[in-house]
């Protein structure tokens, strides 16, 4: 019973979160690895195109929920996402018509688009203060548990209970269905073998026929909706707050990095390392050691590795020790 | 006129020329190959001719038309394909996959038709279709290579050294293939480093030496040619 007991901890504290985590930072690497994939640069200001796109769901959330519209026990956010995903397209395209098609013209290299997209990380950073504020925003409504941890602990028969949030399902469904329609994009329609022809030799491509511009505009329209879907699910299971999404670029490029610059399923898999990874290192594993060990024995400390305030460092680490053991990523991708 | 007429063509990298008044002719159903000493200009001249390099001067007319303003990727469309040396393949698409790419511009519904001919000419392909083009020997990715180029049905098929770096039995292998591919009336033009070998199976041949014609002929008189024999040929 106590290994039961300790098992069903870790599950609700650790299990759990980090796998909705980990969904939400695979759709936010998958955008990441696709810009690079087709247009070559790390783009840093994916992470305030998740947070424009989640802005406007949470504006248009707030009017249906205004209008009295709902779709309980689902949150309405999930009804004014459609929305945050047109806008995020839209404000992609316009930046990529803007500024970025200027440096495609002029052929400069990846460093320069990298140094470019912060700029327009900022600039689209400040527009969203304008426009919502820097404060908190909360929008979720709906059902929030699907099982809570008193209901869960009655139904296995434990001490413990394993507490699952209807954000935390509804993530990874949303997660799945977006993944696995990218893959079936991407491997069995005309557009998406032409993407990945590109994004394997740009010339050859052009010999194809194959249309860059399209290519890019396509690649722009999935980045931009992985991003306004990515946004949104992480505000509903944690919170909109824009400081969040500059922070949120370290564990989505470590993600990236990690599991092989311009693969899909690298991203994947290395979305859910890295979450794992961030909250296994940062779990106190006090409890959790007291059911293993004899009874009514504990250890003294917290038996936590390290604080949660230092949670990014695990991304840190992580991309460090990538880059020095193999730089290539799990799935052996391209090298900045 | 010749179906691919290339006359007096200059041009090069940046300022200086490579290749002076330089002439290349094919006839629909003929094999044409460029062969000369290494740095003669021959890849520039095919570069030339696809539109890879601006032209300081001179022409480039396929089936009477004047195509010499034409981006690469616009001469596509007008029946050419070309074949690169390097990078030639889709490495992480599968075989399929490469040769639907090569389809990519048509519109048509014979795709599936051209799809089982250039299976039906590289056998090999047909049994790979599903690996990654990037698994396969120098050999077979050749034949990728031109099995792309045929996917979009060219009337002039443009290969620079396609037995580069293949074994001798993979070359004539290769060559049987391409005089194949000519008789179903395609024009064929390339730049080949073995030149015997690619001269006995050529309708015509153009040496090149230092960017400008030295010899033209038929690929015959050429090979019975002594001045010829004696310098790039080896006696």
Redesign the interface.
């Known amino acids: 019973m106590e290994v039961l007991n300790a098992l069903a901890l870790f599950a609700n504290f650790v299990v759990v979160p980090a796998t909705a985590y980990g969904a939400q930072l695979a759709l936010g690497a998958l955008g990441v690895t696709i810009i690079f994939g087709i247009l070559k640069f790390a783009n840093f200001s994916h992470g305030e195109l998740m947070s424009f796109g989640t802005m406007i769901t949470i504006l248009v959330t707030w009017f249906l929920q205004d209008m009295g519209v709902g779709i309980a026990p689902f949150p309405t956010a999930l009804l004014a996402l459609p929305v945050g995903v047109l806008a995020a397209i839209g404000v992609a395209l316009l930046t990529d018509r803007m500024v970025f098609r200027f440096y495609r013209r002029q052929r400069s290299n990846p460093i320069v688009f990298a140094i470019v997209s912060v700029g327009v990380m900022f600039v689209l950073a400040g527009l969203i203060r304008i426009i919502i504020g820097p404060a908190d925003q909360s929008f979720a409504d709906g059902q929030r548990f699907i099982i809570g941890a008193f209901a869960s602990r009655d139904l296995l028969g434990l001490d413990e209970g394993i507490a699952i949030k209807q954000s935390q399902v509804i993530t990874v469904v949303v997660a799945l269905v977006v993944v696995v329609w990218l893959f079936w994009f991407l491997q069995k329609t005309r557009s998406g073998k032409a993407m990945r022809a590109y994004s394997d030799d740009e010339d050859l491509a052009l010999l194809c026929g194959i249309n860059p511009e399209r290519v890019v505009m396509i690649a722009w329209v999935i980045a931009a909706s992985l991003a306004a879907i990515a946004g949104t699910l992480y505000g509903l299971d944690k919170t909109y707050k824009p400081f969040i999404f500059l922070q949120i670029l370290l564990p989505i490029f470590a993600a990236t990095i990690l599991g092989g610059i311009g693969q899909p399923v690298g991203a994947i898999l290395g979305a859910f390392i890295v979450a794992f990874s961030e909250v296994m290192v940062t779990y106190a594993y006090k409890k959790f050691l007291a059911y293993l060990g004899p009874a009514d024995w504990a250890p003294d400390g917290l038996v936590q590795l390290l604080s949660t305030d230092y949670k990014f460092a695990v991304s840190f680490i992580i991309l460090v020790a990538v880059l020095l053991i193999r730089p290539t990523g799990i799935i052996r991708g391209k090298v900045i | 006129m010749s179906f691919l007429s290339a006359t007096g063509m200059t041009c090069g990298y940046g300022a200086a020329d490579i290749i002076h008044d330089c002439t290349i002719t094919v006839e629909k159903g003929e094999i044409a190959v460029v062969v000369g000493p290494n740095g003669a200009g021959k890849s520039t001249a095919m570069k030339a001719v696809f539109g890879m390099l601006d032209l300081r001067e001179g022409t480039v007319t396929l089936n009477g038309k004047d195509i010499s303003k034409l981006a690469?990727?616009d001469r596509?469309?007008e029946g050419m394909a070309?074949v690169?040396q390097n990078?030639?393949?889709?490495?992480?698409?599968t075989v399929e996959?490469n040769l639907?790419?090569?389809a990519?511009?048509r519109e048509d519904n014979e795709i599936e038709d051209t799809k089982d001919q250039v299976f039906g000419l590289f056998p090999i392909l047909a049994e790979k279709r599903n690996q990654p083009a990037g698994e396969l020997s120098g050999g077979q990715r050749q034949q990728v290579a031109v099995g792309?180029a045929l996917m979009?049905r060219p009337d002039l098929l443009m290969l620079d050294e396609p037995t580069a770096g293949v074994s001798p039995i993979v070359m004539d292998e290769l060559f049987d293939k391409i005089l194949e591919i000519a008789k179903t009336g395609v024009a064929i033009l390339m730049v080949e480093q073995n030149a015997r070998q690619a001269l006995e199976i050529a309708d015509h041949g153009f040496v090149m030496v230092q960017g400008r014609n030295r010899f033209t002929d038929t690929g015959e008189a050429l090979l019975a040619n002594e001045d010829v024999r004696r310098s790039f040929l080896g006696g």
């Open positions: 690469p990727q596509v469309p070309f690169p990078r030639n393949v889709f490495v992480s698409l996959e639907e790419m090569g990519f511009i792309r979009t």
